[in-house]
């Protein structure tokens, strides 16, 4: 047998139609592609090749045409909200610290767009960049070149501002606006990237710099029949330079395409909002920056507030969740161990009081994690329920800043950061 030839030089329409596939396979995963008579396991297995040469996150199901969310929503882990999709408390249940990327919350305005990485730019911009006019040329970092810089991985949650809201309407009666979110709109994981602060100083940051503005690279998003224009927000630039990631891994693999595949911003211990998904482009401004996110949205307004509402939210507030289905059931006279975990964007958790008779008597949880900031604390507290009935679970916590779960969190006209304690239903048997 003969050495095998050279191979030929690929013709360039060859290479043409393999960069065309990928996108026409990646068009198919977002639904947006026709494939009669094709099979989804054949599509799959393609999918699958291209993602081995590119780095693309594994392929889950084909999301349905209509479906603003590329992953499975099973309905055991989901309950799903519109564009959104809240982890359902139960499906945490031993699933140790950081929420599984399959069972993460998520909230979207519009619908996940389908990156693809080698595609991707992120440009930098504005009058607080050095030399750069406010119309002037813009630094670009594409995925190789932000991959190149020195990675950092970070612990934290990435929590909705609205986490909680449908008890203002249901513990105390208030009428609020927006999606009525139980307690899942929260999730731990472990994020690894770059940080904004190595980016800003490369991009050449002018000592004028005050705010910088990611900006997702998401449809506009519509509100009333006015378009507001792409999701962005503006961010002190103190903030920008603490603790703020590029982040390009969700615990341990390329980000899902619903939590901002290629890049996201990640803000730890502030509002969900602030951590930008699909991130396209950072303005860097030396005068303050405004957008619908930190003025209309964001801010508390209502009575017992400013008239012009409060400053832009920052910092989450504090909650506790028990790991249970709501109105689960307890057989009577049997040792039972409650799970649940609690979190603060104020520091870690210091304690837990756990109540199971409707807030009568209180005694503390044992917690599994040390306190840390930016994260939850998992706790456990045994229980022998002793007569048949309805009753409620109550969890209370306080963190490392002394603040404590209260009983009622003050109303605001959109159902932000609400914190009280809240009254979980259960019956015993
Ligand atoms: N580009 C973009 N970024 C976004 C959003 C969005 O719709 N578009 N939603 C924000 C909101 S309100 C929240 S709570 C978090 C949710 O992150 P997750 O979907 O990864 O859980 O993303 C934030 N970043
Ligand atoms: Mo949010």
Not at 58 to 72: L, M, T
Not at 163 to 171: E, H, L, M, V
Not at 304 to 310: L, T
Request: include cysteine; glycine fraction near 10%.
């Amino acid at each position: 047998m003969s050495a095998p030839a050279v191979p030929p030089s690929r013709p360039t329409s060859r290479l043409d139609e393999t960069a065309y596939d990928r996108r026409r396979l990646r068009q198919w995963l977002a639904g947006e592609a026709r494939a009669d008579g094709v099979s989804r396991r054949r599509l799959l297995t393609l999918l699958a090749a291209t993602a081995a040469t590119t780095a693309l996150p594994a392929p889950g199901r084909a999301r349905a045409a209509d479906s603003p969310i590329v992953k499975p929503l099973p309905p055991e882990w989901f309950i799903q909200r519109g564009t959104n999709a809240e982890t359902r408390w139960e499906a945490l249940r031993g699933t140790g610290h950081h929420t599984p990327n399959e069972r993460f919350f998520v909230r979207n305005h519009t619908t996940t767009p389908v990156l693809d990485a080698a595609d991707w730019r992120l440009r930098l911009w504005g009058d607080g960049l050095r030399g750069t006019p406010a119309e002037g040329s813009p630094v670009e970092f594409d995925y190789d070149d932000l991959r190149a810089l020195p990675a950092v991985t970070r612990t934290a949650f990435v929590e909705c501002a609205g986490n909680g809201r449908s008890f203002y309407a249901t513990q105390q009666g208030e009428t609020v606006t927006g999606t009525a979110w139980t307690l899942g709109a929260v999730g731990v994981a472990r994020w690894r990237g770059v940080r904004l602060a190595d980016v800003l100083r490369r991009a050449g940051l002018s000592p004028y710099a005050v705010d910088v503005q990611p900006r997702g690279l998401d449809a506009e998003y519509v509100s009333g029949g006015e378009s507001l224009g792409r999701v962005r927000r503006p961010l002190p630039l103190a903030k920008a330079l603490d603790d703020v990631l590029l982040a390009y891994e969700m615990n341990g693999e390329p980000l899902p395409y619903d939590h901002g595949y290629p890049v996201r911003v990640l803000v730890p211990s502030w509002v969900g909002i602030s951590s930008i998904k699909w991130v396209g482009d950072i303005e860097v401004s030396a005068q303050p920056l405004f957008s619908p996110w930190n003025t209309t949205f964001y801010r508390l307004f209502g009575p017992g507030h400013p008239q012009e509402g409060s400053a832009p939210l920052s910092r989450q507030t504090i909650k506790s969740a028990f790991e249970l289905a709501n109105g689960a059931s307890f057989a009577v006279g049997e040792g039972h161990v409650l799970h649940g975990r609690s979190w603060s964007g104020a520091g870690g958790i210091a304690r837990v009081d756990v109540s199971t008779d409707g807030g009568t008597s209180w005694r503390p949880a044992r917690l599994h994690d040390r306190p840390r900031a930016d994260t939850w604390s998992r706790w456990s507290v045994t229980w022998t329920p002793e007569t048949r009935g309805a009753t409620h679970l109550l969890a209370r916590a306080t963190d490392t800043a002394e603040r404590r779960q209260p009983d009622v969190a003050v109303p605001n006209t959109q159902g932000y950061l609400f914190d009280a304690v809240v009254r979980h239903p259960v019956t015993v048997s």
